[in-house]
């Protein structure tokens, strides 16, 4: 303990360390708070910028002109009078004071109980990464192939519409499994290496790193989703920052500059913008960036057995055909043209749904049933992401599939009012808190630090789904940590039951041949 400040620094990493024993500057001694508590600071900022951010503009003049400026013109706050109410607000913004004290609390607690698990153990060997992570690709290509995923692709109309009806045959298609080892396993394994690589910079652990940027980037976009492959690089720009040795702020900057250039781009990809922009043009009709129709109006989206399919073969029609340079400068001006409607669309996403939660579960009550109902496995009427989807956006084709989610407490103040919204948040505080217990190992560890990272991930997923989304969806917990048990019982218990039962009699049968061979 250093007597002028009454602050322990024998803790923090050597890289933060001045020679005389005390902190180089002020700023790593912020980072290092900074990263103790990243989880709880993932979950309150993406909370704030994806919820609360727009739901106080909307009570500005320029409220309702910016809820409809991102999207097709259905919001209408005069379905919500409750908009606005104490209620409202004390819904809103009851993380903040719920969530860091029992986050806290419970980081305290799990770093008491996880200090004791020597993680450095369990660092995956080379081949072993090698192995799991092969197997892990191989199954989801071989998925990709059985699915036909190329087919449902190439069949979707070159608008946005048929994007989305793509994006559900494609997730009905593939099922359930290989949605989870792109989105939970792999993605786990890809911030391992990174971690690794950061950490020894190692060739085999570089070459790990970029393998799975590229592989595992191209096949959650083969999702034709946009939040799958942001999310998995959300997880990266963590990394980035908890870990870069020089530079971080400077670091993360970028790596968050650069993001933002992803999602317009992904977004300009998976939702056809840049094909339908060409195709129109080519067509000589008038459109809008949703699919051609006149200008200024907004038509409702078409059911997916409407859509028309896309071109098969390139040069076949020269009305219908793309060629790949068109196409690229078209995606590059369309992200550039098109990015106050995308900036718009992000922060409107989760917080337009939320005034429509309050309204319709405080006017109702539980219509969807109840976190009883949930626990027992009964058969409920209805889900709140999809009735408040209708609520929003009407039939429009896509009923029982679209979903308008809301963070953890909002989900469950739907299914159980204000006791299920309390309870739930301080469960997912726990959680989030158990993470926090980490950052003491994950100096070390190069495994604590990449489940440290994955707590963030997880964050992320509370302050955007119910409480059990991040545990066990295709994104979940769950699946993740039933991977890192199943190694660590293979190299604690069955790696060496194997080596007493066979290595050791080849070595004592190799001791007795010896002195022969002499």
């Known amino acids: 303990m250093n007597s002028h400040s009454g602050t322990d620094f024998s803790s923090m990493p050597a890289f933060l360390m001045a020679p005389g024993g005390r902190p180089s500057r002020k700023t790593e001694i ?65 993380p903040f004071v719920i969530v860091p004290p029992f986050a806290i609390y419970s980081a305290r607690a799990a770093k008491a109980g996880l200090g004791r698990i020597s993680f450095v153990s369990l660092e995956f060997r080379r081949l072993d990464y090698a192995v799991i992570t092969g197997a892990a690709y191989a199954f989801c290509y071989y998925e990709f192939h059985r699915s036909k995923l190329d087919e449902i692709l190439a069949r979707s109309a070159n608008d946005v519409f048929g994007s989305v009806a793509a994006r559900f045959e494609i997730v009905e298609t593939l099922g359930f499994w290989p949605l989870m080892v792109m989105k939970s396993v792999l993605i786990f394994l890809a911030v391992y290496s990174l971690v690794r690589a950061m950490r020894s910079r190692e060739w085999f652990w570089i070459g790990a790193f970029l393998i799975n940027l590229i592989v595992l980037s191209q096949m959650l976009i083969w999702l034709n989703m946009k939040w799958p492959v942001l999310t998995y690089y959300i997880a990266l720009v963590l990394c980035i920052f908890l870990f870069s040795q020089r530079h ?90 098109s990015a106050p409607l995308l900036i718009t669309n992000a922060f409107n996403r989760m917080a337009l749904p939320y005034p429509y939660y309050y309204q319709v579960f405080t006017e109702k009550g539980p219509i969807c049933g109840t976190i009883v109902d949930r626990i027992l496995r009964k058969k409920n009427p209805c889900h709140p992401s999809n009735l408040i989807y209708e609520e929003i956006y009407g039939k429009d084709g896509f009923g029982g599939k679209a979903t308008a989610p809301a963070a953890v407490h909002i989900t469950s103040y739907a299914l159980g009012g204000w006791g299920g919204a309390v309870v739930a948040t301080v469960l997912a505080s726990i959680v989030i808190g158990m993470f926090m217990g980490l950052w003491q190992s994950a100096r070390t560890s190069t495994l604590a630090a990449a489940v440290f990272v994955m707590g963030g991930y997880s964050a992320y997923f509370f302050s955007q789904l119910p409480f059990e989304g991040p545990i066990i969806y295709d994104h979940g917990i769950l699946w ?38 002499g």
Do not use: C
Not at 70 to 84: C, H, N, R, T, W
Not at 271 to 277: H, I
Not at 486 to 510: C, D, T
């Open 30 to 94: 912020l980072r290092e708070k900074l990263n103790a508590n990243l989880p709880l600071i993932v979950f309150l900022g993406f909370y704030f910028v994806a919820t609360v951010l727009a739901n106080i503009i909307y009570h500005t003049a320029l409220g309702e002109a910016w809820a409809r400026s991102s999207s097709i013109e259905a919001s209408d706050f005069s379905k919500v009078p409750l908009m606005g109410s104490t209620g409202y607000w004390i819904l809103l913004l009851m």
């Open 248 to 337: 971080p702020y400077r670091n993360t900057a970028v790596a968050a500059i650069g993001l933002g250039m992803v999602y317009l781009v992904i977004s300009v990809v998976v939702l056809r913008f840049a094909e339908a922009a060409i195709l129109d043009q080519k067509r000589g009709a008038a459109s809008d960036i949703y699919g051609t129709r006149p200008p200024g109006t907004y038509a409702q989206p078409r059911p997916p057995g409407d859509a028309q399919p896309r071109p098969q073969s390139a040069g076949r029609d020269p009305a219908t055909s793309i060629d790949s340079s068109e196409y690229a400068a078209e995606v590059a001006r369309k992200s550039v043209s």
């Open 480 to 517: 993740w940590t039933a991977v890192l048990g199943g190694y660590a019982a293979y190299r604690l218990a069955f790696v060496p039951v194997l080596s007493k039962a066979i290595l050791a009699p080849i070595g004592r049968w190799r001791n007795r041949l010896s002195p022969s061979r």
